[in-house]
């Protein structure tokens, strides 16, 4: 069976500024990306339909049939068995949203799927990440799910270390060479799982549900809240909360970060701190970069929404609901506005244009330090997004006109 994650372009703008860089597949909400749920369930490889600059080309496949995966969807025991119990030529809907389909047609993205198809109704709740704030909300849930499935008929590597503090020992898994050392892991309201080779160094607080991935390191003194993910190669220290950092990334200070969605090569600057309350209690309401607008979430805890490759210097205060684009560097006193276009330069006194050959420049020199080497692909999406994004950036019309 050829199975093929499809992302919906209508959803695709709803997750910007996280979709800039990746497929909808590629987000990580729980312990795993949404593609790595369904390939372990699956017991099979994925493959991607998606914007083609992202450069997930579709593989040549010789026939059908082909499962079609709307990308936004998380799996659960139920749905799985549904949609791999779909007959050919059948749609399954949620309310009058693509759940999935069985075809002899693969769909692309710009020619998406066949109007001939006949709708089936899903009556049970689906788990769909459509938006960015839906990954943090969903978190918990969907670590349990995945602790589940990477968990089952496997044994955890034995906490030996003497001056640990653990609650509730059986829903704490680490796995082959995961570290941890004078901390407390109390899993109590949800799991925790360590990943491969991870570390958690002493004096860490740690609540589940709380995943830490591999290669990934919790520094001294850390206090994590739970329904928190920290990706592979991670390094987060400071005070964390309900927030999902997708990988590569380093929070290794003081500060609070909570209610947010960190992408992958960014950097947050000691003491950097993010507020997810208003003053007055009202709902948040964050920028939808694709429809350049604001969209009340409805939410009462937001905090901050960062693309891949962007920084803040030191003692940086992200206001409630903000959202930066790809490869910003943000610094200064004071609070930043709270809609930061992809390759922005500045702080509260105002933006310039981060010149794209330099972020480039300084993208290569951050993936390198992480043994990861800058490929024509990267390229691409750079020139892409900066691209893209010109109408964000306001201060490029006013230096025209």
């Not at 987000?27 to 998606?50: D, F, N, P």
């Not at 709740?125 to 849930?141: A, C, Q, T, Y």
């Not at 991935?213 to 991670?234: L, W």
Request: charged share 25%; net charge neutral; proline share 4%.
């Amino acid at each position: 069976m050829n199975i093929f994650l499809l992302d919906m372009a209508e959803t695709r703008l709803q997750l910007l500024p996280l979709t800039f860089t990746r497929s909808i597949g590629e987000l990580r909400v729980g312990i795993l990306k949404i593609s790595e749920k369904w390939s372990a369930r699956l017991q099979s490889e994925v493959s991607y339909i998606t914007e083609p600059y992202l450069g997930k080309d579709q593989p040549v496949v010789p026939s059908g049939p082909f499962l079609i995966i709307n990308a936004s969807l998380c799996p659960d025991r139920q749905v799985v068995k549904t949609i791999t119990n779909l007959n050919e030529g059948e749609k399954l809907e949620k309310d009058g949203k693509f759940l999935a389909a069985r075809t002899e047609h693969v769909p692309t993205y710009s020619q998406p799927l066949d109007a001939s198809l006949k709708p089936v109704e899903y009556v049970p709740s689906v788990e769909l990440v459509e938006r960015p704030w839906d990954i943090f909300i969903k978190n918990g849930d969907q670590i349990r799910l995945d602790f589940e499935l990477l968990t089952q008929g496997k044994s955890s590597r034995r906490i030996e270390d003497p001056h640990t503090r653990i609650y509730n020992e059986k829903d704490i898994f680490l796995e082959e060479g995961a570290e941890v050392k004078a901390c407390i892991l109390n899993a109590d309201n949800g799991p925790i799982y360590i990943g491969k080779n991870a570390r958690i160094h002493e004096g860490a607080i740690i609540k589940g549900p709380f995943a830490l991935c591999e290669y990934g390191q919790v520094n001294m003194g850390a206090k994590i809240r739970g329904d928190s993910t920290f990706g592979p190669h991670t390094k987060v220290g400071g005070e964390v909360g309900n927030s999902v950092i997708f990988g590569y990334s380093n929070k290794g200070h003081e500060g609070y970060l909570g209610n947010s969605v960190i992408g992958e090569w960014c950097n947050l600057g000691a003491d950097t701190n993010t507020s997810n309350l208003k003053n007055n209690y009202t709902p948040i309401k964050m920028w939808d970069f694709g429809k350049e607008a604001f969209h009340d979430t409805g939410l009462q805890f937001c905090g901050l929404i960062m693309g891949d490759h962007s920084k803040c210097g030191i003692n940086t205060m992200f206001n409630t609901g903000t959202v930066v684009g790809v490869s910003a560097n943000i610094f200064g006193a004071g609070y930043p506005r709270n809609v930061i276009p992809s390759f922005s330069w500045g702080g509260a006194t105002g933006f310039s244009t981060y010149e794209l050959a330099r972020a480039k420049q300084t993208a290569a020199i951050v993936m390198k330090r992480k043994t990861r080497e800058w490929t024509a692909t990267e390229e691409k999406i750079f020139d892409e997004v900066f691209e893209r994004s010109i109408s964000h950036r306001v201060w490029e019309k006013a230096v025209e006109v």
